[in-house]
């Protein structure tokens, strides 16, 4: 099944805690995107990637860190978790590009005490 | 700076009846306008924009956008408690990404 696999999907952790959510998508796309959910603020665009190695600053990139080593994969890190980043986190991901109709994983709860 | 604005951000309706979702935006060099359904988790992808004055449909719903007045709409006839969900209006532009609304949040009571 084409999917984007979001984990973990639910975490609680502490202040300052390192911690990398993992995506992996197994439709070959080219392009993948973070985006955070918080209520009255819509998807917010954290970091994106047109390809391998190939990485760029969405809106909100403050305190995340992403790499992509692999076409597949694109992890997000928070090195220093802080409570203002407890939010729903989306993986997505399209074939060439933003513009184009994104697959999002289930999204993964995280909860910064 | 980009910007997409959807109104009304809440909506409740009785079933059956028809809803008028809007979505507005002012996004450098467009590409596209989506739609998206959010029920509790991941959205999921009803239609994709390009050309204007085209309609977009799938069963009771259906979606048009206008380019000149840079805004879209997305109505829903005969709507039904399933309905019920955030509908997300997102524009395709440069810099390679998705602008997100803040979304509709749409109740249909039975």
């Known amino acids: 099944e084409a999917q984007v696999t979001q984990n973990p999907r639910y975490l609680i952790t502490v202040t300052g805690k390192k911690l990398t959510v993992t995506c992996s998508q197994n439709?070959?796309?080219?392009?993948m995107s973070w985006y955070r959910q918080d209520p009255g603020l819509g998807l917010r665009q954290i970091y994106y990637s047109m390809n391998v190695e190939v990485t760029d600053k969405g809106d909100v990139p403050e305190g995340y860190k992403v790499s992509r080593k692999e076409k597949r994969n694109f992890p997000l890190i928070l090195e220093s978790p802080s409570p203002n980043q407890t939010s729903l986190y989306f993986c997505?991901?399209?074939?060439?590009?933003?513009?184009?109709?994104?697959?999002f994983g289930a999204g993964s709860r995280l909860t910064v005490l | 700076e980009d910007k997409v604005v959807q109104s009304p951000l809440s909506l409740v309706v009785h079933e059956g009846d028809t809803v008028t979702l809007n979505c507005s935006y002012e996004v450098t060099n467009f590409r596209s306008l989506l739609w998206y359904k959010q029920e509790k988790k991941a959205p999921t992808f009803l239609f994709m924009l390009?050309?204007?004055?085209i309609e977009k449909k799938s069963g009771r719903l259906s979606s048009i956008l206008d380019k000149k007045e840079l805004f879209s709409i997305l109505n829903i006839t005969a709507t039904q408690t399933g309905d019920s969900a955030v509908y997300l209006c997102?524009?395709?532009?440069?810099?390679?990404?998705?602008?997100f609304g803040q979304g509709t949040r749409l109740t249909i009571n039975p």
């Open positions: 997505a991901s399209s074939f060439y590009s933003g513009a184009n109709v994104l697959t």
């Open positions: 439709m070959n796309h080219e392009y």
């Open positions: 997102a524009v395709g532009g440069g810099a390679q990404k998705l602008v």
């Open positions: 390009t050309s204007s004055g």
